[in-house]
């Protein structure tokens, strides 16, 4: 039973000897518990929030302790009356290969999913990040010009997609040339611009001759300040992420002064969301998950991920997520 713990805090960008892997015993279910064996984890940014102590929406990772994180597992033994032996469970169990349960925070999935994993992103808390932040917040409308950024990612992908579903005009920005092509050819965005290219602000403003409506926010820096000064008057703009300050980088000064000013005057929407709110509003996971159902079957959500295979390999490739290099959501398959 191997787990990933976090050995130290981060200062930036994190680095190896920030994480440890140990070797523990296997737990034993008491009366009402379960053991989880996990199939697949789930890396994503939020996880860098969780290894610094810094004022956060939730706690951090003490010193020592797993690596918080979303798994796909089967149940391998269970004392618990509604668990059984072969169950298929999505868990918050951490960076580890095996973890008790009591059902807290477990939901069960359909035991035949032909793609278990995707419980952890097209199908689970990125995918409703990407529906409830565009459509609650976002509301677009058609012929609306909406922006995403991370946009081949496990949010922006779906962000961009629901939003030509919804009959706007899509422009994606991510990193590299390939991320683009994949963007505009596979995912069918009308546009997409690799924020690395210097021009990056005169490249959007051609792109979005009507300015922006809808502003999809996941990363902060370099990109919001290309955005700023084309959001139209009433804009929306979902703040759902800041990828590219979690690590240390301080927002431009100049720009953050201005902001107000622009929301004022702009009449813009700017409102942050945590995803976890929207579990609590009845029925809309539901009504998430059947509208997403509804648009794979009629195959009008693409949806890639990128596979690691073995847990000792998370740490790698969740420091590569925090710079771009995974393509697609990123999933640790561990058995
Ligand atoms: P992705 O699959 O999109 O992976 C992260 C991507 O961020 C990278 O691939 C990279 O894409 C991009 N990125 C990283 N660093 C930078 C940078 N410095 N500048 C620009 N882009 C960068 O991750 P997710 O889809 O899981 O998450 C996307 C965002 O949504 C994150 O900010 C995350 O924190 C947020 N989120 C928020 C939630 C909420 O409840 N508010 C819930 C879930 C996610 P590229 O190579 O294209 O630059």
Redesign the pocket.
Known sequence: NRRIVLASRPAAAPTPENFRIEEVAVPTPAAGQFLLRADYLSL???MRGRMSDAPSYAPCVEIGGVMTGGTVSRVVASQHPDYQEGDLVMAYTGWQDYALSDGTAATKLDKNMPRPSYALGLFG??GF?AYA?LLDIGQPKEGETVVV????????SVVGQIAKLKGCRVIG????AE?CRYAVEELGFDACID?RSDDLPQQLKDACPQGIDVYFE??G???FEAVLPLLNVHARVPL?????Q?SG?APNAALLATLPRNLLTKRIRMQ?????DYYQRAGYFAEFFKDMSAWVAAGKIKYREDVVQGLENAPQAFMG??????????VVQIA
């Open positions: 994503d940014p939020y808390m990125p990040t932040g950024a991370a946009a081949t990612g496990a949010v922006g920005i991510a990193g590299g991320k924020h996941n990363v820096g370099k990109v759902c992420g800041l990828i590219a979690y980088v942050g969301f945590i995803i976890f997520l925090l710079e771009g290099k995974n393509f697609g959501k990123l």
